[in-house]
């Protein structure tokens, strides 16, 4: 077993800026991050933190909690003190929150564009404050909250409009000498949104925070998410992501995680490389493949399991991986870096590959592969 070959990237990451979220640094080369959002009442400090110890055992690295109310920001320097990964601050409207955010220890605050106008004569504050605690701001332009001005001025919510309004809040903290900053300009249309994201990332060396908005329920936000996103870190734009779903955060994590891993932007673990099967398959390929993937989920090693239906391009593919199956006659031929170590009956094979997958773990885990 030899140490994993260095990944092929598929571009160079665009140069932004580095920003530091509590301990993750978001933007140059730090690598791409991936954040999720509380469902909880904030104010429900215990809530809050079992749902981030949650996310952090799901790979999260940033949390984002909302602060729409006096008691959600007086929960926060609990929150923020006692979460395992950097909490950002999400408020709308009130600028005492900001202060209240900083002042709580927060590793970030989000501000929201739409509405930053409102407090113009707060915006030096709110820089003075957050420079002095060394707090970064998110600049979160949504489509759904975009300025009245630029509403009227473009017709409705489009790339420029975002890109637009996003530099223009960026102007307003630049100002001030603050531009400890990244931003987001989300729409629920990955077309929309990759457009926007390209031009800001001309517009700008700020590191971005990758989102499309309302994504909607997992199956379709998953893929608009995974599209949207593939689209933009393949030409290296994106320094931290949030996958939005109508689904449980730690379900945002787990797309996240796959979305980096698959463009190989981070270290890739355990990965079923299974056929579709077809009318060749001589073994229910699917059944066979949760199976798989049920006994060896949590495994931490970069390890790369074939599952094939038959003997066509079954031992091909088997032979590619780390350790493979490929079926036929009611038998299995158990594959490892190629070479057949042994043939056992249908029944015994996926005992046999949890049992052999679980001999290479340790293997790599003692050569110090694993992620
Ligand atoms: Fe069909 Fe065999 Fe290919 Fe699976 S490996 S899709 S069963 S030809």
Not at 36 to 54: F, H, K, N, V, Y
Not at 227 to 234: E, I, K, S, Y
Not at 346 to 363: F, Y
């Amino acid at each position: 077993l030899g140490m994993p070959s260095v990944p092929i990237k598929l571009a160079d990451r665009r140069v932004s800026r580095k920003i530091q979220v509590g301990s993750v640094a978001v933007g140059g080369d730090a690598p791409v991050s991936v954040q999720s959002m509380t469902t909880t009442r904030t104010s429900d400090i215990g809530a809050t933190l079992q749902q981030i110890a949650e996310l952090t055992a799901s790979g999260c690295q940033i949390v984002r909690v909302a602060c729409p109310t006096q008691d959600d920001a007086d929960a926060l320097s609990v929150i923020a003190r006692k979460s395992q990964i950097p909490v950002i601050a999400d408020i709308h409207f009130q600028p005492k929150y900001v202060f209240a955010a900083i002042d709580a220890g927060c590793a970030a605050v989000r501000v929201n564009p739409g509405n930053i106008k409102q407090f113009d004569d707060k915006v030096k504050e709110i820089a003075k404050a957050a420079s002095a605690a060394g707090t970064p701001i998110r600049i979160g332009v949504n489509a759904g909250s975009l300025d009245a001005r630029l509403l009227a001025k473009y017709g409705k919510a489009t790339p420029e409009a975002l890109v637009e309004s996003a530099l223009w809040e960026c102007s307003l903290f630049e100002e001030h000498g603050f531009q400890d900053i990244k931003i987001s300009v989300k729409h629920n249309d990955p077309v929309v949104m990759v457009n926007a994201y390209r031009q800001l990332a001309a517009q700008c060396d700020y590191p971005l925070h990758l989102g499309v908005t309302e994504a909607g329920p997992a199956f379709q936000g998953t893929i608009k998410s995974a599209v949207a996103f593939g689209a933009l870190l393949a030409e290296g734009i994106g320094d931290t992501i949030r996958v939005s779903l109508s689904a449980p955060p730690a379900e945002e994590v787990k797309v996240g995680i796959q979305i980096l891993e698959s463009l190989n932007l981070r270290q890739r673990r355990l990965e079923i490389v299974s056929c579709p099967s077809c009318g060749r398959a001589q073994v229910d390929v699917y059944k066979l493949a949760d199976e798989v993937t049920a006994g060896l989920e949590g495994m931490e090693v970069p390890l790369r399991v074939a599952v094939m239906g038959c003997v066509v391009n079954g031992p091909g593919e088997a032979r590619e991986a780390d350790l493979g199956v490929a079926s036929g006659n009611g038998k299995g031929q158990i594959f490892v870096k190629g070479e057949v170590i042994k043939t056992v009956p249908e029944s015994k094979i996926v005992e046999t590959l949890i049992e052999e997958a679980m001999k290479i773990a340790e293997q790599m885990e003692k050569d110090g592969i694993a992620s």
